[in-house]
């Protein structure tokens, strides 16, 4: 089954220890949720803390398909995680979603391991599941304040950006036009009308970008045009571009390269990734940040798309890599940075069944890599149960 000697002895001394007076006891009154599910997938014990959390009385659990319990989003993943459960023995740690008796969602990190009999045959499943809605709710607020604080510092850079545009409508529209209306000049009305029109369009789609970077909501995955998508995201880093002397090229130039792809989370991680690379070419004598993508096939259903921003700083040293999407770590000077933008980029990617890495083959400056699934409907992935 997949089980080697020295794990079945381990797990066949929990299954002994479970018949115990004293472990039954403990598993009665953990703080946590505790069950066991049989071969066909229905629950067989389970403790006070499921009653607590799921609304459900014990009689009504026992017997119950362990698929009944949970959100229809991650059905798909269970069924296919409960089978490899069976073959490998026990699971990492992963994130779920229960379902209460009233239907309330619950957010939950599941631990699970399986039983086997003498003959080493699927016994039964034995699983710790925690609630983690507290946690989810800080992790948001955490998120939240460092979109928060990007806003804050892309601030001075945005009203840049506007101030320009605004120049030119006023320009035109108090002088020009006018000049031109009195000479008959009406081609020159209608150029400067349509320069108007550009420079306004300009404003809306800062405004409009602004308004969905501050998006808290989860959002399911669009056909989206890449080069657009890349273009937008520049739009907001022209100004940290301008500011270090960075010439930012967008290498994704063909316009029916699309992918469907949570476009606005895609956009939040590259907007970070591409800001941070232009403070680090600052001061460097090439100034350089090239962003670009492409399609790889994940497995044989699945395809994903791989983005690489790729600057010409100086580089990551190795013992900064390992440590640079924890929490709170941050190379900036104090008072220059929260430590939170990597750490919740790759949250974000990762929520989307993503990957965010550094590329640690490069040397010529740093590259990230961040790569997205593109099903068209995105699943939380659970492979316990």
Do not use: W
Not at 172 to 197: C, M, N, P, T, Y
Not at 256 to 281: G, H, M, W, Y
Not at 345 to 366: F, N, P
């Amino acid at each position: 089954m997949g089980v080697d000697n020295k794990k079945l002895h381990i797990l066949q001394q929990l299954q002994t220890t479970f018949s115990s007076g004293l472990f039954e006891d403990l598993v009665e009154n953990f703080p946590d949720i505790i069950h066991s599910v049989n071969k066909d997938g229905r629950i067989v014990s389970t403790n006070r803390k499921a009653e607590e959390l799921l609304s459900y009385t014990k009689s009504e659990l026992i017997g119950m398909p362990i698929f009944d319990l949970y959100a229809e989003e991650v059905q798909n993943q269970l069924r296919s995680g409960f089978e490899k459960l069976k073959k490998s023995g026990y699971s990492q740690s992963v994130e779920s979603k229960l379902k209460a008796k009233d239907g309330e969602i619950i957010d939950v990190e599941i631990r699970s391991i399986s039983l086997y009999d003498s003959e080493n045959n699927f016994d039964r499943t034995f699983s710790i599941i925690r609630d983690i809605r507290e946690k989810k709710s800080i992790q948001a607020q955490l998120y939240q304040q460092s979109k928060l604080a990007g806003i804050g510092e892309l601030a001075a850079g945005i009203i840049h950006d506007i101030r320009n545009p605004l120049a030119v409508i006023k320009g035109f529209a108090s002088k020009g036009i006018s000049r031109a209306v009195e000479k008959k000049d009406f081609e020159s009305v209608l150029k400067l009308q349509s320069k108007i029109l550009k420079a306004s369009d300009r404003i809306d789609r800062l405004c409009s970008h602004l308004r969905d970077y501050m998006r808290q909501e989860h959002e399911l995955p669009e056909p989206t045009i890449l080069k657009t998508l890349v273009e937008d995201c520049l739009l907001i880093c022209e100004n940290r571009a301008s500011t270090a002397g960075a010439k930012i090229v967008n290498e994704v130039t063909d316009p029916d390269f699309v992918a469907t792809l949570p476009s606005n989370s895609v956009e939040q991680v590259l907007i970070n990734i591409v800001s941070n690379a232009c403070d680090a070419v600052s001061g460097c004598e090439l100034r350089e940040v090239r962003v670009r993508a492409r399609k790889e096939v994940a497995d044989a259903s699945t395809n994903k798309v791989v983005f690489e921003v790729e600057d010409t700083g100086p580089g990551v040293p190795a013992k900064v890599a390992e440590k640079i999407f924890e929490s709170f770590f941050t190379t900036k000077p104090k008072g220059k940075g929260t430590g939170l933008g990597l750490s919740i980029c790759a949250g974000l990617v990762e929520e989307h069944g993503g990957k965010l890495s550094i590329d640690s083959s490069y040397t010529d400056g740093a590259r990230f890599v961040i790569e997205f699934p593109t099903e068209t409907s995105f699943q939380p992935k659970s492979d316990s149960i």
